[in-house]
């Protein structure tokens, strides 16, 4: 039998993809023409976090804002916060993010109504510009939230707290909430009644609308029919005369989609994502926005200004005092996203690390390689985990660390379950070099 693969001198790592300094990025086959020139996102933590469980006092609330700012920076990588306004401490957040960013931080705050008159009026005297303003889109809701029911009466209440918002002179966001189970004969004809009734007011005023996936239905192909296809969905509103900047995408991961899909709403034209940092919200979260982000990197965004992911280690271990952290297993921040188990891995990551790292998790990150030792180690896991906390060097014929790894495979061998952390074998170690860290 003939060899038909022909040996090279030297290896194909894919550069062009995997580069060795940044993360993975797109290599386009052909860049897609809907591609908006400029992308962004947009953070509900203080809204949709908080509606989803995540307890906040004013001062951790304050605290998460300057956190989303240090980890933007000077990128524009996320452009606004919003924030409920009906209790005194939200009110009271609301009100030291709007100082900060008076001064000079790069996240502009806004806030979350539902569409009504009244809550119309009551933003209307908070320092705002810009308010989320909920337009709930389905038949699921038009008909069954509104008494009478209809989509013609949930048109006629929507529109008529638009105009209180354009007559106080802010810009109104529609939040189009269960968009991917709404109507086409709802969902286009109200757009276009928002954008008639606010052509009078300007330019500054120009509303944008945010498509919500609010039970993580949409779909991220464009062959699927109406109303579960996202790039589908976008792409017959950008029909509408929507520029990419009037338009934002809010879903949340019910089935697993959440950041796919989010990709698809901006190849399809759309120009903000709205999520969370780390995925906090409602049920399953909210598009996490450190994930998306990632991937717009390797479209080819933030490039001259990346925003700062190490700063998102600050956002982890204040969740972790909240009660609230991230699971162990969420990607990129949780414990153990970047720990490895399997000798295999071990042995790959002791002779080439990027064999088993996806990018520079250390450098890009913030995060060390992790190990835990397990009945699967094997001596190449043992020789990682020493080399990762002391910085020597040792083989697999080391007279101590074969001594240890018989040790460690006999309390596995009698039954032992848990994984052997570098905390417990530390002192076992010490006799037998330099420095221990």
Same mark, same amino acid.
Request: hydrophobic fraction near 40%; proline fraction near 6%; aromatic fraction near 10%.
């Given at each position: 039998?003939?060899?038909?693969?022909?040996?090279?001198?030297?290896?194909?790592?894919?550069?062009?993809?995997?580069?060795?300094?940044?993360?993975?990025?797109?290599?386009?086959?052909?860049?897609?023409?809907?591609?908006?020139?400029?992308?962004?996102?947009?953070?509900?933590?203080?809204?949709?976090?908080?509606?989803?469980?995540?307890?906040?006092?004013?001062?951790?609330?304050?605290?998460?804002?300057?956190?989303?700012?240090?980890?933007?920076?000077?990128?524009?990588?996320?452009?606004?916060?919003?924030?409920?306004?009906?209790?005194?401490?939200?009110?009271?957040?609301?009100?030291?993010?709007?100082?900060?960013?008076?001064?000079?931080?790069?996240?502009?705050?806004?806030?979350?109504?539902?569409?009504?008159?009244?809550?119309?009026?009551?933003?209307?005297?908070?320092?705002?510009?810009?308010?989320?303003?909920?337009?709930?889109?389905?038949?699921?809701?038009?008909?069954?939230?509104?008494?009478?029911?209809?989509?013609?009466?949930?048109?006629?209440?929507?529109?008529?707290?638009?105009?209180?918002?354009?007559?106080?002179?802010?810009?109104?966001?529609?939040?189009?909430?269960?968009?991917?189970?709404?109507?086409?004969?709802?969902?286009?004809?109200?757009?276009?009644?928002?954008?008639?009734?606010?052509?009078?007011?300007?330019?500054?005023?120009?509303?944008?609308?945010?498509?919500?996936?609010?039970?993580?239905?949409?779909?991220?192909?464009?062959?699927?029919?109406?109303?579960?296809?996202?790039?589908?969905?976008?792409?017959?509103?950008?029909?509408?005369?929507?520029?990419? &900047?009037? !338009?934002? *995408?809010?879903?949340?991961?019910? =089935?697993?989609?959440? @950041?796919?899909?989010?990709? #698809?709403?901006?190849? $399809?034209?759309?120009?903000?994502?709205?999520?969370?940092?780390?995925?906090?919200?409602?049920?399953?979260?909210?598009?996490?926005?450190?994930?998306?982000?990632?991937?717009?990197?390797?479209?080819?965004?933030?490039?001259?200004?990346?925003?700062?992911?190490?700063?998102?280690?600050?956002?982890?271990?204040?969740?972790?005092?909240?009660?609230?952290?991230?699971?162990?297993?969420?990607?990129?921040?949780?414990?153990?996203?970047?720990?490895?188990?399997?000798?295999?891995?071990?042995?790959?990551?002791?002779?080439?690390?990027?064999?088993?790292?996806?990018?520079?998790?250390?450098?890009?990150?913030?995060?060390?390689?992790?190990?835990?030792?397990?009945?699967?180690?094997?001596? &190449?896991? !043992?020789? *990682?985990?020493?080399?990762?906390? =002391?910085?020597?060097? @040792?083989?697999?014929?080391? #007279?101590?660390?074969? $001594?240890?790894?018989?040790?460690?495979?006999?309390?596995?061998?009698?039954?032992?379950?848990?994984?052997?952390?570098?905390?417990?074998?530390?002192?076992?170690?010490?006799?037998?070099?330099?420095?221990?860290?």
């Amino acid at each position: 039998m003939t060899n038909l693969v022909k040996d090279v001198p030297s290896p194909d790592l894919f550069p062009d993809a995997f580069p060795a300094q940044s993360f993975p990025r797109f290599v386009w086959k052909e860049r897609p023409e809907s591609l908006p020139t400029s992308v962004w996102t947009t953070e509900t933590t203080h809204r949709d976090g908080q509606q989803g469980g995540l307890p906040l006092t004013v001062d951790q609330g304050v605290r998460i804002y300057e956190l989303m700012c240090a980890f933007t920076g000077a990128s524009g990588a996320v452009r606004q916060a919003e924030f409920f306004v009906y209790r005194e401490s939200d009110r009271a957040m609301l009100s030291a993010a709007l100082e900060r960013f008076a001064s000079g931080a790069p996240v502009e705050p806004t806030t979350w109504i539902r569409a009504t008159r009244s809550d119309a009026d009551l933003v209307s005297r908070l320092g705002v510009s810009e308010t989320g303003m909920l337009a709930s889109a389905s038949d699921y809701h038009t008909f069954y939230k509104f008494k009478p029911g209809g989509r013609a009466k949930a048109a006629e209440t929507y529109l008529d707290a638009v105009r209180a918002v354009l007559d106080a002179g802010l810009r109104p966001r529609l939040h189009l909430e269960d968009a991917t189970r709404a109507p086409r004969e709802f969902l286009l004809p109200f757009v276009a009644s928002v954008l008639q009734l606010a052509e009078a007011y300007g330019e500054r005023q120009r509303p944008k609308f945010r498509v919500c996936d609010t039970m993580g239905l949409g779909l991220p192909y464009d062959f699927v029919a109406w109303p579960r296809s996202v790039p589908g969905m976008f792409g017959e509103l950008r029909a509408l005369g929507l520029d990419a &900047a009037d !338009l934002e *995408f809010h879903p949340h991961n019910d =089935t697993h989609l959440v @950041v796919a899909n989010c990709l #698809a709403a901006v190849l $399809a034209g759309c120009g903000a994502v709205n999520g969370t940092l780390l995925g906090k919200g409602e049920r399953t979260g909210n598009a996490p926005l450190e994930g998306v982000l990632l991937h717009l990197v390797g479209m080819g965004w933030f490039e001259e200004n990346a925003p700062d992911f190490t700063a998102l280690n600050d956002l982890a271990a204040l969740y972790d005092e909240l009660g609230q952290g991230v699971p162990p297993k969420y990607p990129l921040f949780g414990r153990d996203a970047h720990r490895t188990r399997a000798g295999i891995h071990a042995d790959g990551l002791n002779k080439f690390w990027p064999m088993y790292a996806p990018f520079d998790v250390p450098r890009l990150l913030g995060r060390p390689l992790e190990l835990s030792l397990t009945k699967d180690s094997g001596l &190449a896991g !043992l020789i *990682f985990l020493v080399k990762t906390h =002391t910085g020597r060097d @040792v083989t697999k014929d080391d #007279a101590d660390l074969r $001594a240890l790894h018989v040790s460690l495979t006999a309390e596995f061998d009698a039954g032992r379950q848990t994984a052997v952390e570098w905390e417990e074998i530390r002192e076992r170690v010490h006799g037998w070099e330099r420095v221990v860290r």
